[in-house]
């Protein structure tokens, strides 16, 4: 039989689990809680991606829960019944959250205030293992030269930065528009003046 006429043995490989199947759907419903509980443990840093070492801890987990999930089956439905196990237990635990706020509320966290008024709120940065820098460089990637053009800014409990704005006080907006029609004003007057001259 040539090589690229399937073989009932590479037909068996594919499709034969290698493990039982209730040890397919436990290993990944075990592995997931234990993430969701590690990742809300260790902090909102770690979902931020702050620096390189977070992204590598991020790649490192998948590839080292990989074995947990799959054990030793390689079979392309070993992978599938893995898989659909893991999303159906999402969707379970979204759905039972959603409907539960006050517990999604608990086990998601506060977010956490890291600069109030236009202030650093340094326990809060220590709280989050957070750095000066990498708050200044998270300023920077959201389009802010410095500190002084920041209002609040908040660390939600999903690793997203909420940056407001420090908007400038209504009177000194309100100065600024009278002083910018006077100097229109004042043009308009010296050009109407020079144009009398002229005549």
Same mark, same amino acid.
């Given at each position: 039989?040539?090589?690229?006429?399937?073989?009932?043995?590479?037909?068996?490989?594919?499709?034969?689990?290698?493990?039982?199947?209730?040890?397919?759907?436990?290993?990944?419903?075990?592995?997931?809680?234990?993430?969701?509980?590690?990742?809300?443990?260790?902090?909102?840093?770690?979902?931020?991606?702050?620096?390189?070492?977070? /992204?590598?801890?991020?790649?490192?987990?998948?590839?080292?829960?990989?074995?947990?999930?799959?054990?030793?089956?390689?079979?392309?439905?070993?992978?599938?019944?893995?898989?659909?196990?893991?999303?159906?237990?999402?969707?379970?635990?979204?759905? #039972?959250?959603?409907?539960?706020?006050?517990?999604?509320?608990?086990?998601?966290?506060?977010?956490?205030? /890291?600069?109030?008024?236009?202030?650093?709120?340094?326990?809060? /940065?220590?709280?989050?293992?957070?750095?000066?820098?990498?708050?200044?460089?998270?300023?920077?990637?959201?389009? #802010?030269?410095?500190? *002084?053009?920041?209002?609040?800014?908040?660390?939600?409990?999903?690793?997203?930065?909420?940056?407001?704005?420090?908007?400038?006080?209504?009177?000194?907006?309100?100065?600024?528009?009278?002083? *910018?029609?006077?100097?229109?004003? *004042?043009?308009?007057?010296?050009?109407?003046?020079?144009?009398?001259?002229?005549?």
């Amino acid at each position: 039989m040539p090589d690229w006429v399937a073989s009932p043995k590479m037909w068996g490989d594919i499709f034969t689990l290698g493990s039982p199947l209730l040890e397919k759907i436990l290993r990944p419903v075990a592995v997931y809680f234990f993430l969701v509980v590690a990742l809300r443990v260790f902090g909102k840093r770690e979902l931020a991606q702050l620096n390189p070492f977070d /992204l590598v801890v991020l790649l490192s987990l998948s590839n080292t829960v990989q074995n947990a999930i799959i054990g030793n089956d390689n079979s392309l439905s070993g992978g599938l019944i893995g898989a659909l196990a893991l999303l159906a237990m999402n969707y379970l635990v979204v759905r #039972f959250l959603f409907r539960h706020r006050r517990l999604d509320q608990i086990f998601e966290g506060k977010p956490t205030v /890291l600069i109030d008024a236009g202030h650093i709120q340094k326990k809060a /940065l220590a709280m989050e293992l957070l750095t000066k820098s990498e708050l200044m460089t998270v300023l920077h990637r959201q389009g #802010f030269d410095s500190l *002084s053009e920041v209002e609040r800014c908040v660390l939600e409990p999903g690793g997203v930065f909420h940056i407001q704005r420090k908007m400038p006080v209504q009177e000194k907006v309100d100065h600024e528009e009278v002083m *910018s029609a006077l100097r229109d004003l *004042s043009s308009k007057v010296e050009s109407l003046l020079a144009e009398r001259g002229e005549a």
